[in-house]
C-alpha cells in the first residue's frame, strides 16, 4: 500500500485549504482511510475518516463543521477539504489506511508522508 499525501501550504486565518491522498497497491473497498495531524511538540491526533465503501465519516470534534473527508473511487483519492481555517489547524497532516472495521480514530496500518499546513493569524 503506497499513499502518497499534498496539497499542504500556507493560508490565513479563515482560508480554506484541500488534501489530497494518492492511494494505491491494492484495492481499497473494506479500508478505512483516515487523516492525522501532529503539530510541533504535540502527539498526533485524529483528524477524521471515511469508509472507503458506502463513505460513512467520523471527525474529531476540533473540525467538525470545518473538515470534510471524502474519496473518488474511481481516481483511488482521498480528500481533506479545510474551510475556516485557524492558527490552531497548523499541523504536518497524514493520510492513512487500515483494513479494520469501522471507522477507527488510531491504529491505522498503513501511512503516507506529511504535508505542512501553516495558517498565519
Known amino acids: 500500500v503506497q499513499l502518497q499525501a499534498s496539497g499542504g501550504g500556507l493560508v490565513q486565518a479563515g482560508g480554506s485549504l484541500r488534501l489530497s491522498c494518492a492511494?494505491?497497491?491494492?484495492?481499497?473497498?473494506?479500508?478505512?482511510?483516515?487523516?492525522?495531524?501532529?503539530a510541533p511538540g504535540k502527539e498526533r491526533e485524529f483528524v477524521a475518516a471515511i469508509r472507503w465503501s458506502g463513505g460513512?465519516?467520523?471527525?474529531?470534534?476540533?473540525?467538525?463543521?470545518?473538515?470534510?473527508?471524502?474519496?473518488?473511487?474511481?481516481?483511488?483519492?482521498?480528500?481533506?477539504?479545510?474551510?475556516?481555517?485557524?492558527?490552531?489547524d497548523t499541523a504536518v497532516y497524514y493520510c492513512a489506511a487500515t483494513p479494520r472495521t469501522g471507522l477507527p480514530r488510531g491504529e491505522y496500518d498503513y501511512w503516507g508522508q506529511g504535508t505542512q499546513v501553516t495558517v498565519s493569524s
Open 23 to 38: 492511494a494505491s497497491g491494492r484495492t481499497f473497498s473494506s479500508y478505512a482511510m483516515g487523516w492525522f495531524r501532529q
Open 56 to 88: 460513512y465519516q467520523v471527525y474529531a470534534d476540533s473540525v467538525k463543521g470545518r473538515f470534510t473527508i471524502s474519496r473518488d473511487i474511481v481516481k483511488n483519492m482521498v480528500y481533506l477539504q479545510m474551510n475556516s481555517l485557524k492558527p490552531e
